[in-house]
């Protein structure tokens, strides 16, 4: 049997075949809001494995944001998903949360991801990360705990994934890297490989190439896109990524690419601005 990726995985049940779509962070704004700088401090956002490099951006960098995509496979819409972004009233913390409900046949995968982290002392610092799974196969609910005072990062059973030998300030969750990529393109900076510990407490390093512009049709309309690369060990797949820099480098669409076949694919359908004045609940 041809192995999926962790984007659209098989789970091979007694005499099914059950498809699994995972779609947000495991991949992988026209409008402009002003924020007075003199007040709004710059944030040192270290993102280079190598700790030699950092990007710095401020909270104004930030546009609040919803989008709803198209879940798709080889030419067929299957279902939708919604991401979005928000950031807090006093511009100290950002939550972006993604949920998809995705079905095949008679299969089903319904799953929501949030993550929160925070501006401190100069610093986006990961905070909490929940990633929860039902439908047709394995259900999961898993947490990620970013203790960042005792340099440690916990599951939800509390064991330890990551001791405070292994903790870095820098070390993201699976969604908060994407913010950091999307900021990245939108200051013409190159993309740095991210440190990222995956849902099940592992730490990996994920790296991007730029491919250049492409024009793409999307539901929403045409647009020229940045297109992107996300390198895999496996030279059987392949993801690709475009952001759209008249939508403040949003994910306009998602491909995966695997075995030289399309087996999952994500196509914005919208695209809403939002308030900087969210209330967010700290986990």
Same mark, same amino acid.
Not at 139 to 156: A, C, M, T, W, Y
Not at 183 to 197: D, E, F, H, R, S
Not at 204 to 221: A, D, H, K, Q, W
């Given at each position: 049997m041809k192995k999926l990726s962790l984007l659209f995985l098989i789970l091979t049940l007694p005499c099914v075949v059950t498809p699994r779509f995972v779609f947000s962070s495991e991949v992988?704004?026209?409008?402009?809001?002003?924020?007075?700088?003199?007040?709004?401090?710059?944030?040192?956002? /270290?993102?280079?494995?190598?700790?030699?490099?950092?990007?710095?951006?401020s909270p104004s960098d930030v546009l609040p944001y919803k989008a709803d995509y198209n879940v798709m496979r080889r030419g067929s819409v299957r279902g939708t998903a919604t991401k979005q972004l928000l950031l807090s009233a006093s511009? =100290?913390?950002?939550?972006? *949360?993604?949920?998809?409900?995705?079905?095949?046949?008679i299969f089903s995968d319904r799953r929501t991801e949030l993550s929160q982290f925070s501006f401190e002392e100069g610093h986006l610092l990961s905070n909490f990360y929940r990633f929860t799974r039902e439908g047709t196969g394995k259900e999961?609910?898993?947490?990620?705990?970013?203790?960042?005072?005792? &340099?440690?990062? =916990?599951?939800?059973?509390?064991?330890?994934?990551?001791?405070?030998?292994? /903790?870095?300030?820098?070390?993201?969750?699976?969604?908060?890297?994407?913010?950091?990529?999307?900021?990245?393109?939108?200051?013409?900076?190159?993309?740095?490989?991210?440190?990222?510990?995956?849902?099940?407490?592992?730490?990996?390093?994920?790296? /991007?190439e730029i491919l250049g512009e492409e024009e793409i049709e999307l539901p929403i309309g045409r647009y020229t896109a940045i297109k992107l690369l996300r390198k895999s060990e496996s030279? &059987?797949?392949?993801?690709?990524?475009?952001?759209?820099?008249?939508?403040?480098?949003?994910?306009?669409?998602?491909?995966?690419?695997?075995?030289?076949k399309e087996?999952?694919?994500?196509?914005?359908? *919208?695209?809403?601005?939002?308030?900087?004045? =969210?209330?967010i609940t700290k986990r």
């Amino acid at each position: 049997m041809k192995k999926l990726s962790l984007l659209f995985l098989i789970l091979t049940l007694p005499c099914v075949v059950t498809p699994r779509f995972v779609f947000s962070s495991e991949v992988v704004e026209s409008t402009e809001q002003t924020v007075n700088e003199q007040t709004t401090p710059e944030i040192d956002v /270290f993102t280079d494995v190598s700790n030699e490099g950092f990007h710095k951006f401020s909270p104004s960098d930030v546009l609040p944001y919803k989008a709803d995509y198209n879940v798709m496979r080889r030419g067929s819409v299957r279902g939708t998903a919604t991401k979005q972004l928000l950031l807090s009233a006093s511009q =100290s913390m950002i939550e972006i *949360s993604y949920s998809s409900d995705a079905s095949y046949l008679i299969f089903s995968d319904r799953r929501t991801e949030l993550s929160q982290f925070s501006f401190e002392e100069g610093h986006l610092l990961s905070n909490f990360y929940r990633f929860t799974r039902e439908g047709t196969g394995k259900e999961r609910n898993q947490l990620l705990h970013f203790d960042q005072l005792n &340099k440690i990062v =916990s599951n939800g059973n509390g064991e330890i994934r990551i001791n405070a030998n292994e /903790f870095s300030a820098k070390l993201l969750d699976p969604l908060s890297y994407q913010l950091l990529m999307q900021i990245a393109l939108k200051k013409g900076k190159p993309i740095p490989q991210y440190n990222v510990v995956n849902r099940n407490g592992n730490t990996r390093t994920y790296s /991007f190439e730029i491919l250049g512009e492409e024009e793409i049709e999307l539901p929403i309309g045409r647009y020229t896109a940045i297109k992107l690369l996300r390198k895999s060990e496996s030279k &059987k797949r392949y993801t690709y990524v475009w952001m759209i820099p008249t939508l403040n480098y949003v994910l306009g669409k998602l491909q995966l690419i695997e075995e030289e076949k399309e087996s999952f694919m994500l196509q914005l359908t *919208s695209v809403e601005w939002l308030n900087r004045d =969210s209330s967010i609940t700290k986990r």
